[in-house]
């Protein structure tokens, strides 16, 4: 009825991964193992199986929706069979999301952890099997074993850790109904949006990344003359000699070791008075753009589909979030000029569109449901602008005559306060004195009563 799957591969881009070997297994203690690509001649004179034979061979045990097939994060083994020619491959269970969905404030859901968690039992590491450094070799290179060993282990791990939590989302109906209609209906249009990717204009990234470069060497050279001599920017040891040292900066952090800091919080404190810390971040902030996006984007486009393929990943954060990796396609800069044209790289194929939709002040919505506040409330239910119609009150002002700045502070002030925002956080937001923040804070609370009832 249940068996557990389990591909060893040359790659965790599951775009790019050959099958090394597929481990199954169907009873507790056991597994068994089937190697494909291996040299023809190792030591002990074992070849790898023919992986079309040895596919065709599961075909049937792969289309049985009577079998239940069981994986630890089977979105990749899935994405990878699609690769060989298999379509939707049900039913499926996977360990992975079952734990995620018991405890989602695990911080972590891996194999590993999960063995030691549940079976107090440390399991062989895929490190110990392939080795680190200079030392490390494929997985197709591994004494057969070992590689046997490991890999069955991981089946045998995996088929017992799912008949462990399948008893205790037994006990749970709720969350195996949020297992099985939210969770498991997700994994499979994630595939399906992982492997469609994301178009960018190569050509267009290219040239921005040779504007950046002109940008970071012209602020280079503006460092270098406030600084009076050269150095390199990206070495907080010469930074520190420079800044507090030589230019006599005050140091207003200092890291565990006792050094005065040049961190990004720190440089943006003394940039407010000071212009080389100002530089410093500028520089910092492209160079990050160049290095993170226009450069490494290019690099990373599927050789194939040239496109980009990030991988979603459904049990890392503990909200129940999506995050991406490689690449993050959830960070992509906004807020400055810069970040925006790498932004504008991303494209739709022709004749299609680029649609972004984003719930209108959800975290309000649910502050002003929970407190019941007649002013939060009155502006929802008649559709103002709730930013405006904050800085409306804060600032004693018309609606009509609200401006950009007004609604801005409003929205720091708004968004600041359900998350226990104190006056000096406000400050530092909105570059304000401590005076006025706090004035602000003491008007919101008195023009929204039933919002500081409800924080108390």
Sequence with gaps: KYVSIDLETTSVNPMLAEIVGISVSYNKNSGFYIPILYPEKKKNNFGGNDLEVALSIMKEFFEDKEIKKVGQNIKYD???LNNNGFGKIYPIDDTMLMSYTLSAGLHNHNLDFLSEKYFNYNKVSY???VGTGKKEVKFSEVDIDKASF???????ITLRLFNHLNKMLADQPKLLNLLKDIEYPMLNSLIRVERNGAKIDAKMLSEYSDVLSIKIEELSKTAYEVAGEEFNMDSPKQL????YNKLDLPVLKKTPKGQPSTNEDTLQRLAEEFELPKTIIEYRGLAKLKSTYTDSLIKIQHPITNRIHTSYQQAVTSTGRLSSTEPNLQNIPIKT????????AFIAEKGNV???????QIELRIMAH????KNLTHAFKNNIDVHSATASEIFNVPLENVTPDHRRSAKAINFGLIYGMSAFGLTRQLGIPRNEAQAYLDTYFERYTGVKDYMD
């Design 127 to 129: 490190k110990e099997i």
């Design 78 to 80: 899935l994405q990878i």
């Design 354 to 360: 680029l649609i972004s939709a984003d719930y209108s």
């Design 337 to 344: 000029p810069e970040g925006r044209k790498i932004r504008e």
């Design 370 to 373: 929970l407190s019941g506040d």
């Design 240 to 243: 520190v000699e420079i800044l």
């Design 150 to 156: 490991y890999a069955c282990e991981d089946a045998d």
